[in-house]
């Protein structure tokens, strides 16, 4: 699509105070694709005044009016499917098969989803001699990363046009194309004016504007740790409630009766899918000791059908990562495995053959790796794939939760229930079970250094309300 050089503010295209430009790259070209507007805290005031003006009238609506805006949107999406597609893989380096069936349906179904829990929800209950309306808490801002563009912005955006309030975003430097889409089809969905403000811009200026700023009821954020952190502390200190969606090392565990060849096979697809820029990915699969050299085996054998490739293919199952930065990111976690004594058996930091253009990673496996490595502990954020192993279920239990993060994990098991009685135990948001598919009306959220805060479905809308009690 054509990028926009204007910020979309109080229902038009507007040009941006500042005179910066963000320059968008194709990661599997190089070449510079778009320019957008690099907002300033200027911008970001003047987006968040217009979503303040907004804020009574939207909040005024009837849920159910809510609800058809909603359904309009997500119809709006889905006459761009394609082109969301076609966009996600420009910016991003997403494969077009995946970018059609993930980063294009996935946010498709959401907006349809909060347009069904808008019209069902009960925004008011009864306790006792108490009536509890559940109220829209004010102006959001939402900051939103680049990994899974349009959903992390869908995820936000559409439970809080839900429950009655109004939003800024900001959305991530590397992919703003697909975000500036996402205000055309917030524009044909015939949203009122400054009910849906974007300010596109760098994080450290148009983010920590919008972060800070006292218009600003909540801050939902989803991105790194460190400026989780940041943002957790600014509102700490406005006593404003905060979203934080960080980052994962999710371990997948292998438990000894478990399908192996597929659980293998499953478990390194997660972790390849999107070049493995997926916060909620298993990067940790944990293996009894007596099938532990045949699940290495088979890993390093699955990993080997993820050719790095031209994201436009339609065949193409691995594309580059997103940018310079992040493949140097990558490759030095690769580097830092093999001086920590990790076995490589499939991958390595040297780029892929045929690719001296694009940000491409081989497909990396690491086996011997221990849990106190630095490829255990931290989020790489890239395909590669570390193997544990472990004695009995006590250092199986043990190993999952040794991390700071608790985002997401999966448990095979002969049986459902072994395999849900050993999640029971497992620090972290979400567990499939014997390779159970991702649900878009479930909790989302991580324990521990992973977040606060729940998205998707009706945890996702509570979100964005507060609670008044009336005693009657
Ligand atoms: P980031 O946290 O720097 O960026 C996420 C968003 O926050 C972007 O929109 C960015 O502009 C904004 N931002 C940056 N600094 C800010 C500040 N000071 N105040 C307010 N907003 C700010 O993440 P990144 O640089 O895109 O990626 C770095 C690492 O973060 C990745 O390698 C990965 O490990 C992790 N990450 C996690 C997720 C996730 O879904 N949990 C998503 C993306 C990245």
């Given amino acids: ?47 968040v005044r217009a979503a303040r003006a907004a804020l009574p009238g ?3 609506t009837a849920p159910a009016d809510r609800a058809a805006r909603l359904a309009a949107l997500g119809e709006a999406l889905a006459a761009r499917r394609e082109e969301i597609a076609a966009t996600v893989s420009a910016e991003l380096g997403a494969p077009l098969s995946f970018s059609r069936a993930v980063h294009a349906d996935l946010p498709i179904a959401v907006a349809g989803s909060y347009a069904t829990i808008a019209a069902e929800y009960a925004f008011e209950e009864r306790i006792g001699n108490s009536r509890v309306l559940h109220e829209p808490i004010g102006v959001v801002g939402a900051i939103t990363p680049w990994n899974y563009p349009l959903h992390q912005i869908v995820a936000k955006v559409a439970p809080a046009l839900a429950a009655g309030c109004t939003v800024v975003l900001k959305p991530a430097e590397n992919t703003p194309l697909v975000a500036q889409l996402f205000a055309e089809a917030v524009d044909a969905a015939g949203l009122p004016a400054g009910v849906f403000n974007l300010v596109t811009g760098y994080g450290p200026e148009a983010g920590e504007a919008l972060a800070g700023h006292a218009g600003v009821d909540l801050v939902s954020f989803t991105g790194s740790t460190a400026v989780g952190q940041r943002i957790g502390a600014l509102a700490g200190a406005a006593v404003k409630p905060v979203a934080l969606e960080l980052g994962g090392k999710s371990a997948n565990v292998i438990l000894p009766g478990a399908d192996l060849v597929r659980a293998v096979k499953v478990g390194v697809a997660n972790v390849m899918a999107n070049s493995g820029q997926t916060c909620s990915a298993w990067t940790r699969m944990l293996v009894d000791a007596d099938r532990y050299d045949e699940a290495v085996a088979l890993a390093a ?9 031209d994201p436009s293919d339609e065949k193409t199952r691995l594309g580059p990562v997103v940018s310079e930065r992040q493949r140097e990111r990558v490759t ?16 390595g930091a040297d780029a892929p053959e045929g690719h001296e253009r694009g940000w491409y990673v081989r497909p990396t496996v690491f086996a011997d790796v221990t849990p106190g490595m630095t490829i255990a502990q931290e989020e790489i954020f ?16 043990r ?6 993060y608790g985002l997401s994990g999966a448990v095979w098991a002969a049986g459902e229930e072994e395999a849900v009685a ?17 649900n878009p009306l479930a909790p989302f959220g991580g324990y ?8 998707l479905g009706t945890h996702g809308l509570a979100e964005y309300l507060q609670t008044k009690s009336l005693q009657l």
């Fill in 1 to 47: 699509m054509q990028a926009h050089d204007a910020l979309y503010r109080d229902g038009a295209w507007r040009p941006a105070v500042g005179t910066g430009l963000i320059e968008v790259t194709n990661p599997a070209t190089e070449e510079v694709i778009g320019r957008v507007p690099a907002g300033t805290a200027e911008d970001v005031d003047a987006a």
């Fill in 58 to 60: 939207w909040t005024a």
């Fill in 301 to 309: 054998e699955a990993a080997a059908k993820y050719v790095p490739g």
């Fill in 332 to 347: 030095g976690y690769i580097d830092q495995g093999v001086a920590e004594g990790a076995r490589l058996v499939a991958g």
């Fill in 382 to 397: 890239g395909p590669v794939l570390t193997l544990l192993k472990y004695e009995d279920t006590e250092e199986a239990v």
């Fill in 399 to 404: 190993i999952a939760n040794d991390t700071v």
């Fill in 422 to 438: 050993f999640a029971r135990r497992l620090e972290t948001g979400q567990v499939d079970i014997n390779g159970g598919r991702f």
């Fill in 448 to 455: 521990k250094h992973s977040g606060v805060g729940r998205e």
